[in-house]
């Protein structure tokens, strides 16, 4: 069974009525075979599951999976013209057409 534990200094449980996060502090998410098995204090879940990979650390926080709500029926991004990339890979395709516009486009003071 492929066990990975994903740890933080702070996992975000969810959100109070007030819109204020539920954080709890030193736990980890144990992931078996890509689903959630526990969530608990991280010594714990370690001690249990010592053969178990470790992602993330200390300075980190960990969050549910986020979910694209937003979607036009029938069309894909390859559909579109954009690549169907991971989201890290969209960000940084967008980013290098910014910067290529922003850096071609001079603006010349005007004329005095």
Do not use: K
């Amino acid at each position: 069974m492929a066990s990975t534990l994903v740890f933080g200094s702070h996992v975000l449980q969810g959100f109070r009525a007030d819109d204020e996060p539920i954080l709890m502090a030193d736990v980890a998410v144990l992931v078996e075979n890509g689903l959630v098995a526990s969530i608990g204090p991280y010594a714990e879940l370690r001690t249990a599951h010592p053969d178990a990979a470790v992602i993330g650390g200390p300075g980190m926080v960990v969050i549910p999976g986020l979910v694209n709500a937003h979607h036009h029926v029938g069309l894909t991004p390859l559909q579109l013209g954009s690549p169907d990339l991971p989201l890290e890979l969209w960000f940084a395709s967008r980013l290098g057409r910014a910067m290529s516009i922003s850096t071609s486009t001079r603006c010349t003071p005007p004329s005095r």
